[in-house]
């Protein structure tokens, strides 16, 4: 459309599509007649608006107008609103029902799970928070009877109430048959017997022996018997050991 | 929000702050609606259905309330009157496919002048308005007040466009003689 002045009052009626505004825009800057008469009429239109009373409006007004703008403004929350019903067709009663119990069940599980694991964890630190109580100091290898001498050590563990006695010992001679090496706990001159073992290939020997109230002692000797039924030593003592602390 | 000008309001809502959008409602209700009272003839359903396309214009327009090109209200009921003409050239629309509109001589709109006896407050546009002819105003409340077109009215009045347009302009130039110098808000 070529713009001009016969098109000023559409301009100034606000009729025009956006496209055309701007086209007669130009021709205003350049139309000197136009431009007068639009300065001196645009007033005029502009008050128009001012031609009405202020009126209260209903109470409810305000929240009917945002519920309105609210609502259309946000499809998302129709969209999550369809899925659900969506959701709520796909079940009858007894599947809801089952996908209830289900539900439930998997819950109990994930319960029981989280509880075994805090007691795993439980036991992961008493068994962190061992200590040791007690060393031993090697005291004699004079039985030995080979051209090695025995080395190693023995403590005594302390994990909540249950004391064990641990022995380790590298470079014991070789054992045949039936032979064993005996641990013994010495107390005043009495021995109470602290289990057996046999040394591997390159003889190194461990032994734990759960400890007792009852067990009471400050040395403890290490001899070799013939098999492993001795109530008291039979065989010669190969290591002993002193309690330091 | 009550400490906030209508611009840092409007720049909140085109943030999409609910807050604002609310503190505007609170400020200008009576004014949008008064506004479209009168545009609607005064019919509550109407109008209450345009407050609620005004509030979300508002709420989604793009376009920003630009301080330097005039007042905050005067944007506002720019806006306004925008929502209402769109709402009623849609309604006509309607109207136009179930009915043949004939207007002509009708007497549906009545008389400003007996509008402007019964309101209190007598504002500066009324007593210009009082100053036009009959055929003058009725015019502008068929052109302004109630969204019909140029082409429109010319068809109505059986005139031809170019007459109207000349009313048009004559009417403006009158009622700018009237008015008073400055902002009457």
Redesign the interface.
């Given at each position: 459309m070529k713009m001009n002045c016969?098109h000023l009052?559409?301009y100034?009626?606000?009729?025009m599509n956006e496209k055309d505004r701007k086209l007669f825009s130009e021709h205003l800057k350049n139309c000197r007649e136009c431009s007068r008469?639009y300065d001196?009429?645009t007033?005029?239109?502009?008050?128009?608006?001012?031609?009405?009373?202020?009126?209260?409006?209903?109470e409810s007004?305000?929240h009917?107008?945002?519920n309105?703008?609210?609502n259309?403004?946000q499809p998302k929350n129709h969209l999550l609103v369809s899925w659900i019903a969506d959701l709520r067709k796909q079940f009858t009663p007894l599947t809801a029902g089952i996908a209830l119990a289900f539900a439930v069940l998997s819950c109990i599980l994930i319960l029981f799970t989280i509880q075994l694991k805090n007691e795993l964890a439980a036991t992961e630190e008493e068994k962190l928070s061992a200590e040791v109580s007690g060393v031993m100091l090697l005291h004699s290898a004079d039985g030995a009877g080979g051209m090695v001498n025995p080395a190693g050590g023995a403590f005594i563990l302390v994990q909540g109430e249950q004391r064990s006695l641990v022995v380790q010992l590298q470079n014991l001679p070789a054992l045949q048959g039936s032979e064993v090496y005996q641990v013994w706990l010495l107390k005043d001159g009495k021995r109470e017997n602290a289990g057996t073992f046999k040394p591997d290939e390159k003889g190194g020997g461990r032994l734990t022996y759960s400890l007792e109230e009852t067990n009471q002692f400050d040395q403890i000797g290490i001899t070799k018997e013939p098999d492993p039924f001795s109530k008291q030593p039979r065989g010669k003592k190969v290591v002993g050991f002193i309690k330091t602390l | 929000m009550k400490n906030k000008s209508d611009e840092q309001l409007m720049v909140l809502v085109n943030r999409k702050n609910r807050p604002a959008l609310e503190e505007l409602y609170d400020r200008y209700i009576r004014l949008i609606y008064g506004f479209i009272y009168k545009f609607t003839d005064g019919s509550e359903e109407k109008t209450k259905e345009i407050v609620q396309l005004v509030f979300l214009k508002l709420w989604t327009t793009k376009s920003r309330y630009d301080s330097t090109k005039g007042s905050f209200v005067n944007w506002l009921l720019t806006v306004t009157r925008n929502v209402c003409v769109d709402y009623i050239r849609k309604e006509n629309l309607h109207q136009k496919n179930n009915r043949q509109m004939d207007l002509h001589g009708s007497s549906e709109i009545a008389d400003p002048r007996n509008e402007i006896e019964n309101s209190l407050v007598l504002n500066e546009i009324s007593k210009a308005k009082s100053k036009l002819s009959a055929s003058q105003n009725r015019l502008i409340d068929l052109l302004y007040w109630k969204g019909y077109s140029l082409a429109e009215i010319a068809q109505m009045e059986n005139e031809p466009i170019g007459t109207v347009k000349n009313r048009l302009h004559q009417s403006l130039k009158k009622l700018k003689r009237h008015l008073e110098v400055g902002d009457i808000r």
């Open positions: 016969s009052l559409s100034i009626a606000e009729e008469e001196q009429m007033e005029a239109w502009n008050k128009l608006k001012w031609d009405f009373e202020e009126k209260s409006a209903p007004l305000k009917d107008v945002m309105f703008v609210f259309k403004s | -």
